[in-house]
C-alpha cells in the first residue's frame, strides 16, 4: 500500500491544483488528503485531465466516489486505459448526476474504455439491449418482460443511464457532434419505449387482442432528442384479425397506459421521462388510443393547423412497425395537403407571439432561454418549419423532420440564403450544445441558462472556452441569438406591414370613426353598409379579425381603385365568410402585397370572378404570379382530368369484387359523376385563372380564346371518358363502337367565350363484326350520359352541350355513324352546312375517328370549285335573313356586338366565304380559327393590309367587349350597356377608357369601318 497523501510529502500541490483550475484548490487537497493510497495511485497521473475538465473540483469528487467503489484490478484496468483517464474526468466534470451512477454501479465505466468506448451503438443494439434489461427476447415477434415489478423498471434505468455514460462520454471529447447526439437520444428513447411496451405485455393479459404502434413526435421524432426531455408520442392501435374492435382498443389503451407508467415511474433508479401523449387527437380531452381510420377521420375533418405541424416530425419509433408505416402512408400526405393553404404560417407566428409574450411577462426568464426566448432554438425551428411546409408540397427534399438536415435542403434548394442557412445552422447546434451541457448536469429538463457564475464557468470550459468562460460564453451566446433573431425575422417579413405602415394612425387602426370618414372619401356608395361588413370582419378578439384588422386599411384604397368598391368589399366579405374559420388565404393576402392588391381589383372589377372565387377560395394564390395566372397547358389540364376520372373508375371497377355492385344509391353520387365533378372543380379553378388573366391585361383574345376552349375540351373529353366506363360497366362489356365529338362553331374555332355553349357534334364507327343497332345504342347511350353528367347542378358556370347544328338540327338522330354522315353530305347537304363545317374540329375521342371525319368534310367545306353564283347568293340571302330577324326586337343594332353592323358575325361571314371560295388552293385559309384564316386571307392578297386590318381590329374588340362584360356582370351580354350606369361604368374602367363615351365612340368608329369593309367583300357593294 502507498503512503498516505500528506501536504508534506507534496509542498506544492494546491499551488498546483489552483493553475489546473480547481476552484477550491484547498478542498481539492484535503479529499486528496483523506483518499486511500490505491485511489491516489489512480488519481495522481489523471491531475492533468481532472485540471482540463469542465468543472475539475466536481471531477475529482465523482472520481474518488467512484474509485472507492472499485476493487483492486478494476483499479489497475483504469490506471492502464488512457482513453477512459480522458473520458472519464470529461463526464465526471459535468454532469454531477452521472457521478451519481457511477458511485452506485462503479462497474459501468468500463463502457469508457477500450475501442468500444467511441463506437457509436446502432439502434438495434440498444433495443436489444434494453429489452434484455427488462428480461425480454429481443428477437420475439413481441417482446414481452419476465415481470412488470420494480426490480425490472430499475434494471430499466440502470442499463437506459449506462447508455448515457457511454454517449456523454463520446460527446464530452468530441467523438461525437450534436447532431448524432441527438440521434443517438432520439434511437435511445425509442429502445426504451420499446422496453417499456415490454413491460406493459406482462402487466396486461388481454394485450394479444390488438396491434399497437407508437409513434414519436417532436425532437423523437426528428431524431434530435435532448439528454432530458418529455417523449412525445401517438397511440394508434388496431385489432388483430377476428377480435373485436372495442375490445381491442380498450386493450390498447391499458398497454399505452402501462407502457408511459413505466417509463415515469420514480424507483430507487430514478426515473426514465415523462411519455407526453397530448399531441394526440384532440389533445388531452381525447381518446389515448385511436385506430388508423379514427385517425385519418379527424385530421382530414377537424384537426388545427399547429396538429399538422406537429405531424411533419412523426416517426414510427416502437411497437408494430409495420401499422406504423399503415399511419405514416395514411397521415402524412395530408400534412403537405395542408400546408397548400398556407393557414400555417398564421397559426406558427400566432404561436410564437404566444410564447413570447408569455415569456415577456417574466423578463429574467425570458433573456434566459435557450429553447423558447427570442433568437432561442424555437426560432431556428419555427423558421426552418414554415419554410418547409411552405416549399416542401412541390419539392420533396424538403420533407426531412430532422431541423439540421431541412435547414441543409432547404439552402441546397436556393430557399434560404447559403449565409443565413449557416447563421442558422452555426446558432442551432451551439445552443443545442449549451442545452445539453444544462441537462447533463443533473440529469434534469432545464432550458434556462443559469446565472450563477461558478455554473456559467462550467458550461464555457464544457465549451472549450478558457481565458474568460463567463464572459466568452455570454459574448458568444448573445452573439448567436442576435443572429437568429435577425435572419427569423427576415424569413417571417411581411411586404404588406410596409402599406400599412404609411397609413396614418388613425386609419390603420381602423377604428369606426376613421372606417366611416375614409369610406366617405374613397367613394363607397354605401358607407354605411360598408362599415357594416368591415365590422363584420374585424371585429372580435379571434385571430382572423386580427389578420383583417391589419389587411383591411389597406385593401380599402385598393377597393377604391377599382370599378365597383362596395362590390369589391362585398366580396371580401363573402370570400372571408366562405371560408369560415380557416383563414389561410389572408396570411398569404399580409405577406404578399401582388396577392392582396390583385385581389382587391378582382372583387371590386368582376362578378363573375368573384363567383368563382367563392367556390374555389384556394385559387387566391395563384394571384402572386403571372405565370401562375399564364394558362396552363392543354396536355397538363388533360393529364390531370383523366387522372380523376381513373381514379373513380378504379374504385368503380373494385366495387362488383366485394359484391356491392357499382357505387349507386339514393342520395349517393355514381364514380362518373364524382369524377365529372372533380374535373367541373378544375374547371371553376381554370376558369378563374383565365378571368383573372384577362382581367389583369395578361391575355390578349386570341389567348382567352384558346384557353377557354382547352378546358371546355378537356372537361368533355374527361365527361366522355366518364360517360364510357359507366356504359361499359352497365354493359358489362367494351363499347361496340368508337365514339368521336365535333367541336362546332365558336368551341370549334378555338374561340369561346366565358358565357358560349359547347357546339358539338357526335360521331361513332362500329367496331369490326359488331351489330350496327347495338354500336348505335351504345354511342346514343354514351351521348345521352355525357349531356346529363355536364348538365347536372353544380357550384360552376353552367357548361350547356348543345348539339343543334348536326344534319337535321333537333329532327335528326343525336348519334350518326362515319357512314350516315358521308351519306347525308352526299346527298342533302346545304350551303349553311359547308360553312358551318369550316368551324368543325373533331378534337374529342377517338383520335383516329376524328381524323377520319376530318378526311370526310375537307372536300365539302374547301370545295375544289369553290362557291358558284347560286350559292352565293343563298349564302348572302340568309345572312341578310338573320340580321333582320335573330336581333332581339327594340335593341340599338349599332351597339350589338355579334349580329350589329360591323360586329362579330359580319367579320366571321366575310372569313368564311372567302375559305369557301379559296381554302381549296390556299392552305393558310384551312383553319377553324377566324383570325387566323384572317391573316391567310391579307397574306395571300385576298384582302389588302387595311381592310384586313380594320376587320382583325374590329373582332378583337368586339370580342373583349363581349368577354369583359361577362366578366363584370356575371351573365352574358351581346349588348353595349348604355341604361346602368354602374354596370357601364365598370365595363369601360375594365377595358381601359377615360370614360364611357369613349368606349362607345371607339366601338362605333371600329362597326362603322368594318362593316363598309363587309359591304365591299361580302356583299359587292362598290361605290
Not at 349517393?668 to 384577362?694: K, W
Request: charged share 25%; net charge neutral.
Amino acid at each position: 500500500m502507498s503512503a498516505p497523501w500528506t501536504p508534506e510529502r507534496h509542498p506544492s500541490l494546491t499551488g498546483r491544483l489552483a493553475r489546473l483550475g480547481f476552484t477550491d484548490a484547498g478542498h481539492a487537497e484535503r479529499l486528496l488528503a483523506e483518499a486511500a493510497g490505491e485511489q491516489i495511485t489512480v488519481v495522481d497521473p489523471m491531475l492533468d485531465a481532472l485540471g482540463g475538465a469542465a468543472d475539475p473540483d466536481l471531477a475529482l469528487a465523482g472520481l474518488l466516489r467512484l474509485l472507492a467503489g472499485l476493487d483492486g484490478p478494476a483499479r489497475a484496468a483504469l490506471q492502464a486505459d488512457e482513453g477512459a483517464r480522458q473520458r472519464l474526468p470529461a463526464v465526471l466534470g459535468v454532469s454531477s448526476a452521472l457521478g451519481e451512477h457511477l458511485a452506485r454501479h462503479p462497474g459501468d465505466w468500463v463502457v469508457l474504455s477500450g475501442d468500444g468506448a467511441v463506437q457509436r451503438p446502432r439502434p438495434q443494439q440498444l433495443r436489444d439491449s434494453l429489452l434484455r434489461a427488462v428480461g425480454a427476447d429481443p428477437g420475439a415477434a413481441e417482446p414481452c418482460a419476465r415481470d412488470a415489478g420494480r426490480p425490472t423498471l430499475e434494471a430499466l434505468r440502470a442499463v437506459y443511464r449506462r447508455h448515457l455514460l457511454h454517449l456523454a462520454g463520446r460527446d464530452l471529447t468530441g467523438a461525437a457532434d450534436v447532431g448524432e447526439v441527438a440521434a443517438e437520444l432520439a434511437d435511445l428513447a425509442a429502445a426504451a419505449l420499446e422496453a417499456g411496451l415490454a413491460v406493459a405485455r406482462a402487466e396486461v393479459p388481454e394485450a394479444e387482442l390488438c396491434r399497437l404502434a407508437v409513434i414519436g413526435m417532436g425532437k423523437c421524432g426528428g431524431r434530435e432528442l435532448n439528454y432530458v426531455s418529455d417523449v412525445d408520442v401517438i397511440f394508434v392501435a388496431e385489432p388483430r384479425p377476428g377480435q373485436d374492435e372495442t375490445a381491442a382498443l380498450r386493450a390498447a389503451t391499458r398497454l399505452a397506459s402501462a407502457l408511459m407508467r413505466a417509463c415515469s415511474a420514480s424507483t430507487p433508479e430514478g426515473s426514465l421521462w415523462e411519455v407526453d401523449a397530448a399531441l394526440r387527437p384532440e389533445g388531452k380531452s381525447g381518446p389515448l388510443v385511436r385506430t388508423l381510420a379514427s385517425h385519418r377521420a379527424y385530421y382530414e375533418r377537424w384537426a388545427k393547423a399547429w396538429e399538422f405541424q406537429a405531424l411533419l416530425k412523426a416517426r414510427p419509433v416502437a411497437g408494430d412497425l409495420e401499422l406504423g408505416e399503415d399511419y405514416m402512408a395514411a397521415i402524412g400526405p395530408l400534412v403537405w395537403k395542408a400546408a397548400a393553404g398556407e393557414g400555417f404560417v398564421e397559426d406558427v407566428q400566432a404561436m410564437r407571439r404566444r410564447v413570447e409574450s408569455h415569456l415577456n411577462k417574466r423578463t429574467d426568464e425570458a433573456e434566459r432561454q435557450l429553447k423558447l426566448g427570442p433568437g432561442g432554438l424555437r426560432d431556428v425551428e419555427f423558421a426552418v418549419q414554415l419554410l418547409q411546409l411552405v416549399h416542401g408540397r412541390a419539392d420533396e427534399t424538403l420533407r426531412s423532420p430532422n431541423t439540421l438536415r431541412a435547414l441543409s435542403c432547404l439552402s441546397e434548394g436556393g430557399y434560404v440564403g447559403r449565409d443565413d442557412a449557416a447563421g442558422l445552422a452555426s446558432a442551432y447546434r451551439f445552443l443545442r450544445n449549451v442545452e445539453h451541457l444544462l441537462q447533463l448536469h443533473r440529469l434534469r429538463r432545464t432550458h434556462t441558462v443559469p446565472e450563477d457564475p461558478h455554473d456559467l464557468r462550467r458550461l464555457g470550459r464544457a465549451l472549450g472556452l478558457r481565458t474568460d468562460p463567463v464572459g466568452e460564453f455570454t459574448t458568444l451566446w448573445r452573439r448567436h441569438a442576435r443572429g437568429v433573431r435577425t435572419i427569423h425575422e427576415k424569413l417571417f417579413y411581411r411586404p404588406l406591414l410596409r402599406a400599412v405602415a404609411r397609413l396614418p394612425q388613425e386609419e390603420a387602426r381602423l377604428t369606426p370613426e376613421a372606417a366611416r370618414a375614409r369610406l366617405t372619401a374613397l367613394g363607397f356608395n354605401d358607407p354605411a353598409g360598408a362599415l357594416r361588413h368591415i365590422e363584420a370582419l374585424s371585429s372580435g378578439v379571434s385571430r382572423r379579425a386580427a389578420i383583417q384588422r391589419t389587411l383591411l386599411p389597406v385593401m380599402l384604397g385598393w377597393f377604391a381603385d377599382a370599378p365597383d368598391p362596395d362590390a369589391g368589399l362585398l366580396g371580401f366579405r363573402q370570400v372571408s365568410d366562405a371560408l369560415g374559420t380557416t383563414p389561410w388565404y389572408l396570411r398569404l393576402l399580409r405577406d404578399e402585397v401582388t396577392v392582396a392588391e390583385r385581389m382587391a381589383r378582382v372583387l371590386a372589377s368582376s362578378r363573375y370572378a368573384t363567383d368563382l372565387l367563392l367556390r374555389a377560395p384556394e385559387a387566391v394564390a395563384i394571384l402572386g404570379s403571372d405565370a401562375e395566372l399564364a394558362p396552363r397547358p392543354f396536355e397538363a389540364l388533360l393529364s390531370e382530368a383523366l387522372a380523376a376520372v381513373r381514379r373513380r373508375e378504379d374504385g368503380d371497377r373494385a366495387a362488383p369484387a366485394e359484391g356491392a355492385g357499382p357505387r349507386q344509391g339514393a342520395g349517393r353520387d355514381t364514380p362518373a359523376e364524382d369524377a365529372v365533378a372533380a374535373v367541373r372543380g378544375l374547371r371553376r379553378r381554370e376558369l378563374f385563372r383565365i378571368g383573372v388573366s384577362d382581367l389583369l391585361g395578361l391575355a390578349d383574345v386570341r389567348t382567352v380564346g384558346e384557353a377557354l376552349t382547352d378546358i371546355t375540351t378537356v372537361t368533355i373529353e374527361a365527361a366522355l371518358q366518364a360517360a364510357v366506363n359507366k356504359i361499359e360497366i352497365e354493359r358489362r362489356g367494351p363499347l361496340p363502337t368508337r365514339i368521336a365529338v365535333v367541336a362546332m362553331g365558336r368551341f370549334g374555332g378555338h374561340e369561346l367565350g366565358y358565357g358560349s355553349d359547347a357546339d358539338v357534334m357526335f360521331v361513332h364507327d362500329p367496331l369490326p363484326g359488331a351489330d350496327e343497332r347495338d354500336a348505335q345504342t351504345a354511342a346514343h347511350a354514351v351521348a345521352e350520359e355525357l349531356r346529363r353528367l355536364l348538365a347536372r347542378p353544380a357550384p360552376d358556370p353552367p357548361l350547356q352541350i348543345d348539339p343543334n347544328l348536326r344534319p337535321e338540327g333537333r329532327q335528326g338522330p343525336l348519334v350518326r355513324t362515319l357512314a350516315s354522315y358521308a351519306a347525308y353530305y352526299a346527298r342533302w347537304s346545304a350551303p349553311w352546312e359547308s360553312q358551318a363545317l369550316l368551324r368543325a374540329d373533331p378534337i374529342i375521342g377517338d383520335a383516329e375517328l376524328g381524323h377520319r371525319f376530318r378526311r370526310l368534310i375537307d372536300p365539302i367545306r374547301w370545295p375544289r370549285d369553290g362557291v358558284d353564283e347560286a350559292a352565293l347568293r343563298e349564302i348572302r340571302r340568309i345572312k341578310a335573313r338573320m340580321e333582320s330577324e335573330r336581333l332581339p326586337r327594340g335593341v340599338e343594332r349599332r351597339l350589338h356586338t355579334k349580329l350589329g353592323p360591323g360586329g362579330l358575325s359580319d367579320v366571321e361571314w366575310v372569313v368564311q366565304l372567302l375559305q369557301l371560295q379559296h381554302a381549296h388552293e390556299i392552305a393558310g385559309l384551312r383553319t377553324t380559327r377566324t383570325l387566323a384564316a384572317l391573316d391567310a386571307a391579307v397574306e395571300a392578297g385576298l384582302l389588302d393590309d387595311g381592310d384586313g386590318e380594320v376587320l382583325s381590329s374590329a373582332w378583337q374588340l368586339a370580342t373583349r367587349i363581349r368577354g369583359t362584360m361577362m366578366l363584370v356582370r356575371g351573365r352574358a351580354s351581346d349588348l353595349l350597356p348604355t341604361d346602368h350606369h354602374k354596370e357601364r361604368s365598370a365595363v369601360t374602367r375594365v377595358l381601359g377608357y377615360p370614360g364611357t363615351g369613349d368606349l362607345l365612340e371607339d366601338y362605333r368608329r371600329h362597326a362603322r369601318r368594318a362593316r363598309a369593309v363587309v359591304e365591299r367583300v361580302f356583299y359587292g357593294v362598290t361605290d
